[in-house]
């Protein structure tokens, strides 16, 4: 392993490390939070068709191709995706363009994500102290914030949600009563500038191999806890079972208060919905990390014979397992069991679920001061293993334009991702400019990438590149089936879901942008760091130029 901090030489300390790098830049949030949220959103059971159908047809092929292309990226020389889709695109700077927007799509993400990350770090804390339960010795990290709040009725804990995020209106936060969200805000930037710092090997995979047990513990503690409370309050409707019926019927009855049928939910009406296939096949992207450049960065750090495809499967599986068994079995059968279908149901967002349904569910719970602590530091936890990634693109980038140290890139891409999580601090009015950032960069944009990292991979880099990347130091059998299934299936399933839901939805989507100040101000905010980056991009074209002695950069297949 080399530790040069100014060169391109970095690697990943082992094959089990970067294995758990990937699987702890794809298990975060979108798995414990965002997920159920989404599936509560969007037609519970039904949603998981179109989930289940990207996953299968375009998430895994499109996985192990970003792998491919993110070794071949790093034997070139380049760890940021402009830097890798430049030289995979044949060195033209449109590729560099391509590599600017999942360069700056992760780093965009993380400017919110990690304040979702402090209100994680405030709830763990805030439950180690008592303030979230009902039982146990009380200090308080808010001055003044949480006095008059009572946490026996379920107002209490919305009323905490909201203070803690500054919800009532924009720059609620920067006052000195609700500084403790912002005060965790900035320690979560410096934890995760330090371990950028420090390195992939040192800072990176250390951390990712110390946390990974850990969210394991956590999280099979928390189900097991889950499982064993069947239906506490006896009530029809309402046993772990009605639960996972909630996520995966894909037709079911809508039950009232006292667990009579009213309504029928059917699966043809979700699946009509574009909206419902777009939030699938992005939650998909935004959960394994994938056309987000945080995988092909890090694939760009193995070693030039390190292993794709299994590695690739490893990470996707794992991701998987925590997505849909972890996080579909903690949140939501968990709600419907101590609140019922109908205020679990109304409470659908995924902030909501975690942040407000959640605690209700642990104070009501036995011991629930200690389950709340532990759902909430493994929330934490995972999401400081995915924020690093967002950030390592953005250090590539800087690394290899401007010719930083990694030390220096790191501490000017953390000041620049400050910029933008202090815009989503100050509108927290209904948390405004977060749902911007999130529905514009995480659910829109990584499908556009994923359409033209499809043309990159298939039609430009190509086929037979792909396909001697893949044998590359395979220690499986690589499923060279994936090149077709990428142009004959995925490409023409991910452009017809564009299509379908820009015919539908896309006028809706732009007129809450005209009527909007917020959502115009964040997207302008996101276009100028769009700008930044391509102008990054086009330094990189510039000065990384084709040599003489890159031209023969295609693997050879091993004998
Ligand atoms: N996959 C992460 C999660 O599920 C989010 C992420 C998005 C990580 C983009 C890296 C890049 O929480």
């Not at 917020?518 to 996101?526: D, N, R, T």
Request: net charge neutral.
């Amino acid at each position: 392993m080399s530790r040069k901090s100014n060169g391109t030489r970095e690697n990943w300390g082992s094959q089990l490390g970067v294995i758990l790098a990937v699987s702890g830049s794809a298990v975060g949030l979108g798995n414990f939070l965002r997920f159920p949220g989404q599936v509560a959103n969007n037609g519970g059971g039904a949603f998981m068709i179109p989930y289940v159908v990207s996953l299968l047809i375009v998430a895994i092929p499109m996985a192990t191709a970003e792998w491919a292309l993110g070794r071949f990226g790093g034997r070139c020389g380049f760890h940021s995706p402009v830097g890798i889709y430049y030289s995979a695109g044949g060195r033209k700077a449109l590729w560099g363009a391509l590599g600017a927007l999942t360069t700056v799509a992760p780093f965009i993400i993380g400017m919110y994500y990690v304040f979702i990350e402090a209100w994680c770090l405030i709830y763990a804390l805030q439950y180690l102290g008592g303030v979230l339960a009902p039982l146990g010795l009380r200090f308080s990290l808010f001055q003044g914030v949480d006095a008059g709040l009572f946490f026996e009725d379920a107002a209490g804990y919305e009323n905490f949600f909201g203070a803690t995020v500054g919800i009532a209106k924009d720059g609620a936060l920067f006052t000195q009563a609700a500084s403790t969200t912002l005060l965790a805000t900035l320690a979560c930037v410096w934890i995760n500038f330090r371990l950028t710092y420090r390195g992939v090997s040192r800072g990176i995979e250390w951390f990712c191999k110390m946390a990974s047990p850990l969210i394991l513990v956590c999280a099979i503690a928390v189900i097991i806890r889950v499982i064993t409370l069947d239906n506490p309050s006896g009530i029809p409707g309402r046993s772990f079972l009605d639960g996972l019926g909630f996520m995966w019927n894909p037709s079911r009855n809508v039950l009232n208060e006292s667990g009579e049928v009213v309504d029928r939910i059917n699966v043809w009406t979700t699946l009509c919905d574009p909206g419902v296939w777009l939030a699938a096949t992005s939650q998909i992207f935004f959960s394994i990390s994938i056309c987000l450049g945080a995988v092909c960065t890090y694939a760009s750090y193995i070693q030039p014979r390190g292993d794709v495809a299994l590695s690739s499967l490893a990470s996707t599986a794992t991701n998987e397992l925590c997505e849909v068994a972890f996080g579909g079995l903690m949140s939501i059968p968990a709600a419907i069991m101590f609140l019922g279908p109908v205020a679990a149901g109304g409470f659908a967002s995924s902030f909501a679920l975690g942040f407000v349904v959640l605690p209700n569910v642990f104070g009501l719970m036995p011991l629930g001061q200690f389950w709340g602590f532990l759902f909430f530091f493994l929330l934490f936890l995972a999401a400081i293993t995915s924020s690093i990634s967002m950030l390592q693109p953005m250090v590539a980038l800087f690394q290899e334009t401007l010719s930083l140290t990694r030390e220096r890139s790191a501490l000017l891409s953390s000041g620049l991702n400050m910029l933008g999580t202090g815009v989503v601090c100050w509108f927290t009015f209904n948390l405004g400019a977060l749902d911007v950032f999130d529905f514009w960069v995480a659910n829109f944009l990584p499908l556009v990438a994923a359409i033209l990292q499809t043309i990159l991979i298939c039609f430009v880099w190509g086929s037979t590149s792909l396909r001697s990347e893949l044998a590359l130091g395979a220690r499986i059998k690589p499923p060279y089936f994936v090149v077709n299934i990428l142009k004959f299936v995925s490409f023409p399933y991910m452009l017809l879901v564009v299509l379908f839901w820009g015919w539908r939805n896309m006028g809706s989507r732009v007129q809450e942008v005209v009527d909007s100040r917020v959502a115009q101000a964040s997207l302008a905010f996101i276009g100028l760091s769009l700008v930044l980056t391509l102008a990054l991009a086009i330094v990189l074209s510039k000065r990384r130029q084709k040599t003489p002695d890159e031209n023969n950069e295609t693997a050879s297949p091993e004998p």
